[in-house]
């Protein structure tokens, strides 16, 4: 569980980063803000989660690798954006790719730390969105936690798979998996298909 919970925070702290990256450059930062952005992208969730569980200090600060991982990200896209901008509407991919690692490590670590279901879903929706929320309050947009189209919901049915799973005694590295893909397919499908909650219907 410890190595599958550190490749998971490692490969979302990465893909977050270029998350963050993207936005600094799109809104014309220097090199230090865009690297500022990658760093909080990649690590506000998981310093959330870290926070509240007890896992004192966060790993994202305490440990080179996860430094190392939200920074490389910030210099890549920096020095190299072009190729990025490339993707097909990269900062919404590598958004809901981050938010899908981090909400199935955010429920795990939870688990680890024998917390009850309900609080490991909880911790799984907060690391997954924490990063996006920071991102876009640093460059000035209402995070998309906020906006109609779907998000958190996303997190917190990767979430609740994979805390289901655990409890029906499921290996980790397939409820990662399985996890990790039906957030990341609800949230690109909703992209696509432009899915919303409902909202008020004020009149004003």
């Known amino acids: 569980m410890t190595l599958l919970l550190e490749v998971l925070d490692l490969t979302g702290t990465f893909v977050f980063g270029i998350s963050g ?7 014309k930062v220097d090199l230090f803000g ?3 952005l990658s760093f909080a992208a990649a690590n506000a969730g998981g310093i959330m989660r870290d926070l509240i569980i007890g896992s004192i200090p966060p790993a994202t ?21 072009p190729v990025v ?6 900062l919404l991919i590598f958004d809901a790719a981050g ?6 490590s955010g429920s795990l670590k939870a688990l680890e ?7 490991a879903v909880l911790l799984g929706i907060l690391t ?43 290996p980790s590295v397939a409820l990662a998996v399985m996890g990790g893909a039906l957030c990341f397919f609800i949230r690109i499908m909703a992209i ?11 009149h004003e």
């Open 21 to 27: 990256a993207i936005a600094g450059v799109r809104h």
């Open 34 to 36: 865009v690297l500022v």
């Open 61 to 81: 600060i305490s440990q080179w690798q996860y430094i190392v991982a939200a920074l490389l990200p910030g210099l890549l896209t920096f020095y190299f954006y």
């Open 85 to 90: 901008k490339k993707l097909n509407h990269p």
């Open 99 to 104: 938010l899908s690692l981090f909400a199935v």
């Open 113 to 119: 730390f024998h917390l009850n279901p309900l609080a």
């Open 128 to 170: 997954g969105v924490g990063g996006g929320v920071t991102r876009d309050i640093l460059v000035g947009e209402v995070p998309v936690i906020l906006r109609t189209d779907i998000y958190a919901v996303a997190a917190l049915a990767g979430s609740s798979l994979v805390v289901g799973g655990y409890f029906l005694g499921l």
């Open 192 to 202: 696509h298909y432009h899915w919303r909650l409902p909202i008020p219907k004020v």
